[in-house]
């Protein structure tokens, strides 16, 4: 069991970047107020949530990339759980929601202003194993609130 943090929280009419709340209702089809324009790619059951690691976006933006949180898209932003850890079948636990990791987010054009030269794919689990955006379904609905503590299970 690793214990990790909730640093942001993100939604969005539609598109990026998702913007900042405190509280995130989660239900299995999503984050209440949370809508994607790409529904062939993004969305649905087993692609409910989207979470990413503080860790990731510190590294990237001390190497001059100019990420921030909510700018690719995220729902659930974290700290604390090492990179590598999260992967397909990882179980997260909030004190009022579970969730399933299904599938590594990939990265698209739509987030190319988040890097340097438009390079998108330095967050592509393909090119760079687990330095990635996380896919979840939700197997507990509720609300999840910055300051959350998160315990991750294999």
Not at 112 to 120: L, R, V
Request: hydrophobic share 35%; proline share 6%; charged share 20%.
């Amino acid at each position: 069991m690793t214990i990790g943090t909730v640093v942001g929280l993100h939604t969005s009419k539609g598109g990026v970047p998702k913007l900042a709340t405190g509280l995130l209702e989660v239900t299995t089809n999503g984050c209440t107020g949370d809508r994607q324009n790409d529904l062939k790619h993004h969305g649905g059951i087993n692609k409910a949530v989207c979470i990413f690691q503080e860790e990731i976006i510190d590294e990237l933006v001390n190497n001059g990339h100019p990420i921030s949180p909510g700018s690719t898209g995220e729902n659930i932003l974290i700290t604390g759980i090492p990179v590598g850890d999260i992967r397909p079948g990882v179980r997260l636990i909030f004190p009022n929601v579970e969730l399933v990791i299904t599938q590594d987010a990939p990265p698209c054009k739509t987030i190319k202003q988040s890097f340097t030269g438009g390079q998108f794919n330095a967050i592509s689990h393909k090119k760079r194993p687990y330095f990635t955006r996380w896919y979840a379904k939700v197997s507990k609905e509720g609300s999840v609130r910055v300051g959350d503590s998160i315990e991750l299970f294999n």
